[in-house]
């Protein structure tokens, strides 16, 4: 068995897929099909169609686009089946049934942007930032009935700096997740198909943690919490979706309340005598109370303004102590 025998499909839609989709095309690998998401209404009508990313790389390169809405649908998996796929490799994809993981005789295998067992969910990236690893990767597992806990393949660990938000790690393991790919890849055609993979833990054998979708709710900040952990709350939904709370004037209990969206913060060692949520300015800096230290803001966006660096910011906003966040 050779890569150009091998007869692949491909599953994914965002970015994070398309360089995984690249490597495998650019690499020689015979990808004879790929699956995405429908095209998403887009615009203040909805009245737009816009294809994702995977579809708009792959029709770049002429390679067959399906996009099925249901993917039990027995016209979709009757024309799945017609690409005879040998195996199906999925990217940042969704759930798939058994009749779709199960149909290829070398089986689907999912790359997963976390070190499994831990970080199973949809949103690995964001919750290995927000809770302060130092560590993190990629792992490539064969898809099974439960969702992320099929036989891992292989793994592959990416440092997380402590100065480094959710894009920069995002990258980091688009990439790799690339190699991780094709170094799968490579195995199963190297063992012709007998490849060893290890089980995961079983439930209530180690201590998970989990990586739920992230809502709107998820983002807000409560500061009733140690500096280091707001901290990484804010650098792990940086810059998207990007942490908010509320702005209110101290001395108006009346006066709305508005949304003050923040991106980037720093550590200080500055202790707090303050009530949690006092803002402080000092000449070009700005301070939040916390639970047990002052953390300094470096970017923030204001309702209906532009993202803006402290320094900025203050220029024309000087008695911006007058509020506090909630």
């Known amino acids: ?16 897929a398309v360089e995984s989709l690249r490597a495998l ?14 095209d998403k209404p887009v615009g203040r009508h909805q009245d ?19 996009q099925p809405v249901k993917m039990k649908d027995p016209a979709f998996v009757e024309e799945l089946r017609s690409y005879k796929a040998d195996l199906q490799v999925v ?21 997963h942007a976390a ?17 302060g690893e130092t560590e993190t990767g990629v792992t490539t597992f064969f898809l099974d009935h439960d969702i992320d806990t099929g036989r891992i393949i292989m793994q592959k ?32 055609i190297a063992c012709n198909g007998e490849i060893e993979s290890m089980p995961q833990p079983a439930e209530g054998e180690i201590e998970l943690k989990h990586a739920p979708k992230i809502f709107k709710e998820t983002c807000e900040i409560n500061w009733n ?56 300015v000092d000449k070009s800096h700005l301070y939040v109370a916390t639970a047990d230290s002052w953390l300094e803001i470096l970017e923030l966006q204001m309702p209906g303004k532009k993202r803006m660096l402290i320094k900025d910011f203050l220029n024309g906003n000087r ?4 509020y506090r966040v909630e």
Not at 242 to 267: C, H, P, Q, R, Y
């Open 25 to 38: 095309v650019e690499g020689g690998y015979n990808v004879v099909a790929v699956v995405t998401q429908p």
């Open 225 to 280: 919490q140690p500096a280091k952990r707001i901290y990484d709350f804010i650098r792990g939904l940086s810059p998207y979706p990007g942490t908010w709370t509320n702005l209110k004037e101290v001395s108006n209990g009346d006066a709305k309340a508005l949304v003050l969206k923040i991106f980037k913060t720093a550590k200080t060692d500055q202790p707090v005598h303050d009530p949690v949520g006092t803002i402080k």
């Open 1 to 16: 068995m050779t890569k150009e025998d091998l007869r692949i499909v491909f599953m994914g839609t965002p970015e994070f």
């Open 115 to 131: 070190l499994l067992p831990q970080y199973r969910g949809a949103a690995p990236i964001n919750w290995a930032v927000i809770n």
């Open 157 to 188: 660990h990416f440092p997380i700096p402590d100065q480094a938000d959710v894009e920069y790690v995002y990258d980091g393991l688009m990439h790799l997740g690339a190699d991780i790919a094709i170094e799968t890849i490579d195995q199963i």
């Open 48 to 66: 737009v169609l816009q294809a994702s990313q995977v579809k708009q790389y792959a029709l770049s390169v002429g390679l067959p686009v399906l």
């Open 319 to 322: 008695d911006f102590d007058k």
């Open 91 to 111: 990217v940042a994809f969704r759930m798939l049934p058994e009749i779709v993981w199960g149909m290829p005789r070398l089986g689907t295998f999912n790359v």
